[in-house]
């Protein structure tokens, strides 16, 4: 078991560190937090809401995550394919569950420090005013339990390409299909050939809907299980897809 | 320990409705360095990845030192060091962190793995590159970097798809020194077209096309076999008009007897049979009953690439 986390967290720390390899790392953080920023004061009306709390920052995450976290994913196995190097991991003595698992935490534990760096907003919330803490708290992990399930399609639905772009483009739709999945644009597209229960069960899988429970502070088990099943259906689908497209 | 570190049995694997590999049977020893021939397209990479655990065969088995693949991928695929085509590696990395990637998923300990990094820069003279990005290097530094990677925790069979495509004729040399000079102890495949590649390193020469094992034996056995088809070229310093070309062939009583003019005084002689090896003591003699002045005379014997190309043809035919 040790060996097994061991040869996980060693693909872990490659790909964490492959973010700072090169410039992307800090083009990422710095649009991020450009984006989060604006989309609080500008779009949100932080200052014009006159509310010590956070509400303007995390209500835009869901959209701010749709474009974002395809980006931080898209090369995840995408580049693999196009670069060949997936020849290279198969044949190492490691399980596809460990890869896939291995850079999905890397690019998971990415997010944390983007939303870790934006603390400062937390900090000033914090100077101007007496907000509720436990509240932000649980916003901030359901932020980025909801970023979790972003990559994993993401990291999912990069194993079926060996192009970047295509895997942005079909993580996005994808993205925002689930964030819409509560909204009547897609419960009336279903509704009009499936069964009232298959509705029901994508209305249910909607993040937006489960988010905005978050932000009020409610973080009940039927959220924890969502988002964390939804990592794992992915996770599970990317090792299966890993084992199918590998070779082509 | 088993001598045979690859044992291949009844290996098929097709794509769609294209059959990529069809019934190969293969074994290796300890010791042997395998030359895998063909042409693009003829298996070598796809029993090559079977092989080394990236692909699964449709049907038939892999044993690595004895150990099922199949069954035991894990444990069979720490025995193997394995070379993709192209060499892939990942650009970003420095030559030394990749390394020390690829040594820690093998499981090598932090005191083993610096001596291997160390033996590594030396043997395959990666030093001057030790602390560059590998995207920068040249095509024979990467190459070297892919075949460090390979080595780097000194296993015994060492799968080499293509290792020195691409490289120059002294990059060439260096790489099939090293596969020498590591062959004593392991079970080495290489894949090339290169068939001068094949007679300067490997013990053994297998030959496939359209995903089947068409020839397997040592590159002198093969020549032999093919030795029936050597042609005997003899040098005359003798003017050789149309009349006399004839009389000289009825004379000979071979199947193929070509007079080619060499130069403005010599004339040379092709003289070959499909049933028989020519007698160069009969033809010399029964050239010099037509008073011709023999300068040379050699037979020309079967190269490589021609057996190569006479088996693959054959089979392209049928």
């Known amino acids: 078991m040790d060996n097994y986390l061991h040869k996980t967290y060693i693909i872990l720390d490659r790909e964490l560190k492959g973010y700072f390899r090169t410039p992307l790392a800090s083009i990422f953080l710095l649009v991020f937090l450009a984006l989060s920023s604006g989309m609080t004061f500008f779009l949100g009306r932080f200052f014009e809401r006159d509310q010590a709390d956070l509400t303007a920052f995390f209500s835009w995450h869901p959209w701010l995550f749709l474009v974002l976290m395809p980006a931080i994913g898209m090369r995840l196995w995408a580049e693999e394919r196009r670069s060949g190097t997936i020849e290279l991991l198969i044949t190492l003595p490691v399980t596809n569950t460990q890869l896939v698992v291995g850079k999905f935490l890397a690019s998971w534990i990415f997010t944390l420090i983007a939303l870790i760096l934006t603390m400062p907003i937390w900090i000033t919330v914090n100077y101007l005013g007496e907000p509720d803490n436990h509240v932000i708290l649980v916003s901030y992990f359901g932020s980025w339990l909801m970023a979790g399930a972003f990559l994993s399609l993401t990291s999912c639905l990069s194993a079926l390409t060996k192009n970047q772009v295509i895997a942005f483009i079909i993580s996005s739709i994808s993205g925002f299909v689930l964030i819409m999945a509560g909204f009547n644009l897609v419960l009336s597209a279903v509704r009009s050939w499936s069964p009232n229960w298959i509705t029901e069960t994508v209305s249910s899988m909607s993040f937006l809907s489960h988010f905005s429970r978050i932000q009020m502070g409610v973080f009940d088990l039927s959220t924890l299980v969502f988002f964390f099943s939804m990592i794992i259906l992915c996770l599970w689908i990317n090792v299966q897809l890993v084992q199918v497209k590998k070779a082509d | ?318």
């Open chain 2, 1 to 318: 320990m088993s001598d045979k570190l690859i044992n291949a049995k009844n290996l098929k694997k097709s794509f769609d409705q294209f059959i990529a590999v069809d019934k190969i049977n293969l074994q290796v020893d300890r010791g042997e360095v395998v030359g895998f021939l063909g042409p693009n397209g003829a298996g070598k990479s796809t029993t090559m990845k079977m092989l080394t655990g990236f692909l699964e065969p449709d049907d038939g088995e892999i044993f690595i030192n004895g150990i099922d693949l199949k069954s035991n991928p894990l444990k069979a695929k720490e025995y193997i060091g394995y070379l993709p085509e192209g060499a892939p590696s990942y650009s970003d990395m420095l030559v030394s962190d990749f390394l020390t990637f690829i040594g820690k998923m093998r499981g090598l300990s932090n005191k083993k793995l610096s001596s291997r990094l160390e033996e590594m820069a030396d043997q395959i003279n990666l030093k001057e590159m030790w602390d560059r990005p590998v995207e920068i290097l040249s095509k024979g530094f990467k190459r070297r970097v892919g075949i460090a990677q390979a080595l780097i925790h000194d296993p015994d069979i060492l799968i080499l798809d293509e290792p020195t495509d691409g490289l120059d004729p002294n990059q060439k040399h260096e790489m099939r020194n090293l596969i020498k000079k590591i062959s004593k102890n392991k079970a080495i495949v290489i894949s090339t077209h290169i068939l001068e590649e094949v007679e300067a390193v490997c013990s053994r020469a297998v030959i496939i096309s359209n995903g089947k094992l068409l020839a397997n034996d040592t590159p002198k056995n093969l020549e032999n076999k093919f030795l029936n088809r050597n042609t005997l070229s003899i040098k005359v310093s003798n003017k050789i008009n149309n009349v006399f070309s004839k009389e000289i062939k009825s004379l000979l009583k071979y199947d193929d007897v070509k007079i080619q003019k060499t130069d403005i005084s010599t004339h040379t002689l092709l003289i070959s049979d499909s049933k028989k090896n020519p007698n160069l003591n009969t033809v010399l003699k029964q050239l010099s009953k037509l008073k011709l002045d023999v300068i040379e005379a050699n037979f020309q014997k079967v190269s490589l690439e021609e057996i190569f190309r006479t088996i693959t043809s054959e089979n392209n035919s049928k």
